[in-house]
Each structure stands twice: as structure tokens, then as C-alpha cells.
């Protein structure tokens, strides 16, 4: 497909969230970064300096000398953002991005309830990018989000389910990467060789955010799906990669073979060919007894497929199963840098 190339920046550039965006874009076909921001303490400074470069990788030679600004629109001379702030300064600094005309496409969770603002992910709902056109700024700008890291691997793994049989229950036990509390994130003396039964708000946003999503897009309002979810959220001490043991009540009586037959004839609505951060694989299921493990299938689909395995028959549901995804890939700069292909794509962002 033929774009024009956008000049992008980066709010939150030097956080875990921000890092991968800048891993991810290196090589993008659409997209470059030209401007990046970050707090007092990073801006002023060469990114190199900024930021404590947490990949094995190294840092894109593109970036390393730009200059990290502060979050003030007038500083970033770019076509649209993508925000990793901190939620303490988010709904601040993108409602300020908004006003001053930049498309905000957005990983933290200040705008996702918001019923004007699509919580996008676009194999799953892509129609609702519209809702930008409710929005009103005084601007051009808009605001799209991307869900929380968890609520993502849980919807993906649920849309072909709601397709083909309707979910009525969710019950959903996360066991979430230490990458998911940002850096430095959790001390090591409560990480390691340990689990913490607790992470603030997490259970809530799984209640609320996957009817959003899921739901339908009327007469420019979204009505909620008709499900209920509930959630237990815990952090383990595994560096990348969400976990969820999911288990599932549908409107009718479902066993494993009808849900693996479902999970595995899924295909996304789009393909690399249609934006190029769609992975070969939107689910991959897996028949290993002991498979998706973080350690060694997180990287699937470059971190952007969720794998799924341990499809079972469940006494207190119809079936349950497993499904693990990238928190910091699928889970955030990925599925934002995948909403904003989207939105190009589709003439929401003008280079
Ligand atoms: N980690 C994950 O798996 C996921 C994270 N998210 C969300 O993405 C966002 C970023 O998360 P993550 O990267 O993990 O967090 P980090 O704590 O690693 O990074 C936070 C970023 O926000 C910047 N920041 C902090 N305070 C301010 C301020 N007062 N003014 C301007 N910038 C500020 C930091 O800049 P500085 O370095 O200068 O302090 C840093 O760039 C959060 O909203 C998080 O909830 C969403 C999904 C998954
Ligand atoms: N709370 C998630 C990461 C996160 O930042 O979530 P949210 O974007 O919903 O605030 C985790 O700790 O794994």
C-alpha cells in the first residue's frame, strides 16, 4: 500500500513503554520518529543520556542525539503522537495535545472509558476508530487508546468465542510480568522468588474495558457487550509476558472441540498486507501439554500473536484454557503502533 510518511514523537520516550516504541518503529515503512519527550529530569538531554536503555538490542543510532523535550506541544514538531506517559501526567498532558490539534494515540488508561474514545484493538474492532469523529478538541486532535496490557490478551482470545457462540461469564486469574509495573517497577525484594496477589486497579479495568471493546458500535454509540468478567490479577517474577487462565461460560453449552475448532479456524480481519504490524498469526494455539510458557513463546508473532493452549472441558464453566501475550508488544507500543496503521490506513492522520 502506498503512504505518505509521517513524522511521529514520542510522550513518555525513556519508560519501558516508550523504549519499545522506539525499538518498533527503527524500521517502520510509514512512520518516523522525530521528536521525543519525557519529564523534567530527561529533557534537554540526548536520548542516549536520557533514557536507561533496557534492550539487549541497541538503541536505533536514529534517536540516540535527539534531544528529549518536555511534554509541551509546542516543543514536538511531528504529524501525531504516540503517548507512554505515566497515567499521574497523562490526562493532563494528551487532553493538552488534543486541544493543540495532534492525533494522541495513547497506551495509558486515563481516556479508555471515555465513550467518545475508541479503545482499540484492530483486529478485534477496528470499526470503532470512528468514534474520533464524536470528539471535539476545539481541534483537529483526537484521542485513541489502546486496553490494558491484561484486558488484551484476554479480548483477543475471546473474540472468536463471542463470534461463534456468545460469552455470557469470564472468569480470568492473570499471573502478570514484572515489565508490566514500568521501571524500575517492582523492588527486588518483593520480585523475587515470590507473588504479589495485588495490583492496583488491574481487576476493575478487566471488568469494564473488554465489554467496551467487545461491544457494538450504534448510531455512533458503543452498547456494551452483554458479559461479565471477573478478575484476579497477580505479579510473578517473569520479566515479559502476561499469563491468563481463562475460563469461559458461553450462551450455549460449548465443549473443548468446538472452542479449539473456533480458536483455530479464526482469521483476522486483517493482514500484513492491509497494515504492517498485523502479525502472520492473530491466535496461535498450541498442543504442547505444557505450552504458552512466557519464557519461550512471548516472542510469537514478534510479540504481537497471542498463543493459547490447555484447551480443557471446566466443571464450574463450559471450557477453560490459557493464553499468554507480549505486555510491552502486543500488550502496548504494538497495539498502539497497530491503531495508528490502522488510522492512516483509514485518512485519520494527515503527514
Ligand atoms: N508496561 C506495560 O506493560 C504497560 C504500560 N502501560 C501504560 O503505559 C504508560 C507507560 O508505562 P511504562 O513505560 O511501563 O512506565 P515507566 O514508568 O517505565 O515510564 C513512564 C514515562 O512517563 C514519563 N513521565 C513520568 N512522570 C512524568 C512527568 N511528570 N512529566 C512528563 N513525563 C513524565 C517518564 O519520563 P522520565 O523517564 O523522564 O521520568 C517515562 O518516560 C503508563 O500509563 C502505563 O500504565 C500500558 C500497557 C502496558
Ligand atoms: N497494570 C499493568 C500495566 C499498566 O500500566 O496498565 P494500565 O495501562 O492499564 O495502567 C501491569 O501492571 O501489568
Known amino acids: 500500500m502506498s503512504m505518505p510518511s509521517f513524522n511521529v514523537g514520542i510522550l513518555g520516550a525513556t519508560g519501558a513503554v516508550g523504549q519499545t516504541f522506539i525499538r518498533l518503529l527503527e524500521d517502520h515503512p510509514w512512520f518516523t520518529v522525530t521528536a521525543l519527550a519525557a519529564s523534567e529530569r530527561s529533557a534537554g538531554k540526548p536520548y542516549r543520556e536520557a533514557a536507561n536503555w533496557l534492550s539487549g538490542k541497541r538503541m536505533p543510532d536514529a534517536v ?3 534531544e528529549v523535550t518536555t511534554t509541551e506541544p509546542s516543543e514536538m514538531d511531528c504529524d501525531f503522537v504516540f503517548s507512554g506517559l505515566s497515567s499521574s501526567v497523562a490526562g493532563d498532558v494528551e487532553k493538552a495535545f488534543a486541544e493543540a490539534g495532534f492525533p494522541v494515540i495513547s497506551n495509558a488508561k486515563n481516556y479508555r472509558m471515555q465513550e467518545d474514545v475508541p479503545l482499540l484493538i484492530p483486529e478485534v474492532n477496528a470499526d470503532h476508530a470512528r468514534l474520533v469523529e464524536n470528539q471535539d478538541w476545539g481541534s483537529d486532535g483526537f484521542i485513541v487508546t489502546n486496553p490494558n496490557c491484561s484486558t488484551v490478551g484476554l479480548v483477543c482470545a475471546l473474540r472468536p468465542l463471542v463470534d461463534a457462540f456468545g460469552v455470557e461469564k469470564v ?16 523492588s527486588s525484594l518483593d520480585a523475587l522468588g515470590n507473588v504479589i496477589p495485588y495490583i492496583g486497579g488491574e481487576e476493575d479495568k478487566l471488568a469494564t474495558e473488554p465489554r467496551k471493546i467487545l461491544g457494538q458500535l450504534e448510531n455512533g454509540e458503543i452498547r456494551p457487550a452483554d458479559m461479565v468478567v471477573s478478575a484476579q490479577c497477580n ?8 499469563l491468563a487462565c481463562i475460563s ?6 460449548v465443549n473443548v472441540t468446538d472452542v479449539t475448532d473456533a480458536l483455530e ?7 500484513s498486507e492491509d497494515l504492517p504490524s498485523v502479525p502472520d498469526a ?14 519461550r513463546h512471548v516472542k510469537n508473532g514478534n510479540g504481537m500473536t ?26 502496548a507500543a504494538g ?17
Open 64 to 66: 540516540a542525539e535527539l
Open 235 to 242: 505479579r510473578v517474577p517473569v520479566r515479559q509476558g502476561h
Open 248 to 253: 469461559v461460560a458461553c450462551t450455549e453449552p
Open 171 to 186: 472468569q480470568v486469574t492473570m499471573l502478570q510480568a514484572l515489565s508490566g509495573a514500568g521501571y524500575p517497577g517492582v
Open 282 to 295: 492473530f491466535l496461535r494455539v498450541m498442543d504442547e501439554v505444557d505450552a504458552p510458557q512466557p519464557l
Open 306 to 331: 497471542v498463543s493459547i493452549g490447555r484447551i480443557q472441558e471446566c466443571p464450574v464453566n463450559h471450557v477453560k484454557f490459557v493464553a499468554l501475550s507480549h505486555n510491552t508488544i502486543r500488550g
Open 335 to 351: 497495539g498502539a503502533v497497530l491503531n495508528a496503521e490502522l488510522l492512516a490506513r483509514d485518512g485519520y492522520l494527515s503527514a
Open 265 to 271: 479456524s479464526y482469521r483476522s480481519p486483517l493482514t
